[in-house]
């Protein structure tokens, strides 16, 4: 019983380490989200604010087109040299690019060099990025329970749920102590500046990590060639893993890094209320992510997969034309709430059926670049898409369009890799 209890504690260690570093990459990118509106005045100004917050956006995307390149270069790495030392890496590369951005002067100061060097930090840690959620989710794959999978592999996605609060708190309590006019000239950087002073923590809190039992046993260790290779002979599975990833990408930055943004530029309301809604899904999100990873080792991934895409189908463009027939601050919650259900339900099954569908010797590899490019062709420019579907059409539920096409090609990817190469039915059980 005491090595049960022993063991038991080891694995929730393993979770609270991986999932503290995941939390900073994640909250990194949402303070981007959060200000883009100020920091597009700061670095892009423009005579048209629209076309200002049109080029922060451009730059917060960019940083996703450097994922696949984080996937391959570091995921190879880590399927090579170890998951514990890849995690390192892949945090320590995150905190360069958050500091660049803390720190960085304006265009006012120094010109055209201080948005390039932005978009240099976003770069460096979309290559983090890359390789950081997939590093997380095999690393909990491994070290979960049998018949558990997926309600460990849930908390890589709930930790980012933190993040999500986190960064709503640190900005409802600068907007409630702050004037506006000194949040959009300076206070934005503060947000940044925290993330940084918590990564030299964070780093020692993850070098206690453990190498995986799976890792050491595994006796394929690829070099880049090798994974390439590999990842080639298996691009149909990345592709699909791709396809089922548009969803959870496209929503959880719709619902995430745009909300704030949407909430006060579109909608009209304070800067505290769209903060607060952004509050309010992350809590909800970090309740039902682990709930639905559960769930998901009880009925089997692909029946939750088909339900949850098909509802976000349907419900995506009807829930934002609800919204925007009488903006309000209820609404945007009552809208929000639901899509982040929609979501939770679809990622707690997809993130751990991901890692069941890569071949063993690539698993981050293959992961890691399926999900990537998920989010650097669809889930990263969301918010630069809806903006511009907005301006576009003149229509504030245009966003809701996309959300309903991510959702029918994640359907379409779910019904081909459940063709191809059908899932195991998880061991059932019980047990949370």
Known sequence: MSGDKNANWTKVKAVFIVSSGNFLEMYDFMVFGYYAKAIGKAFF???????SLLLAFMTFGAGFLMRPVGAVVLGSYIDRHGRRKGLLLTLALMGVGTLAIAGMPTYAQIGLVAPLLVLLGRLIQGMSAGVEVGGASV???EVATEGRRGFYVAWQSASQ???VIFAALVGLLLNLLMPSGTMETWGWR?????GSLLLPFLLLVRRALKETEAFEHSTSRPD???SLNAILANSGVVLLGMGMAVMTTVFFYMLTAYTPTYGTSVLNLSPAQSMLVTLIVGTTNFVL?????????????????????LLAALVGYPALQWMVAA??????????LLLAAIYAGYNGALVVHLTEIMPANVRTTGFALAYSLATAIFGGFTPALSTYLIEATGDKGAPGLWLSGAGLMSLFAVFAIARIKPAKRPVATMAM
Do not use: K
């Open 327 to 336: 903006p309000s601050f209820e609404r945007l919650v009552v809208a929000d």
């Open 45 to 51: 100004p423009a005579v048209n604010p629209a076309a």
């Open 139 to 141: 690393y909990l794959s």
């Open 190 to 194: 503060i947000p940044f500046v925290v």
């Open 161 to 163: 749920q933190v993040a």
């Open 224 to 226: 880049l060639r090798a």
């Open 289 to 309: 992510l682990p709930v639905m990873g559960a769930l998901s080792d009880r009925i089997g991934r692909t029946p939750q997969l088909i339900a949850c895409s």
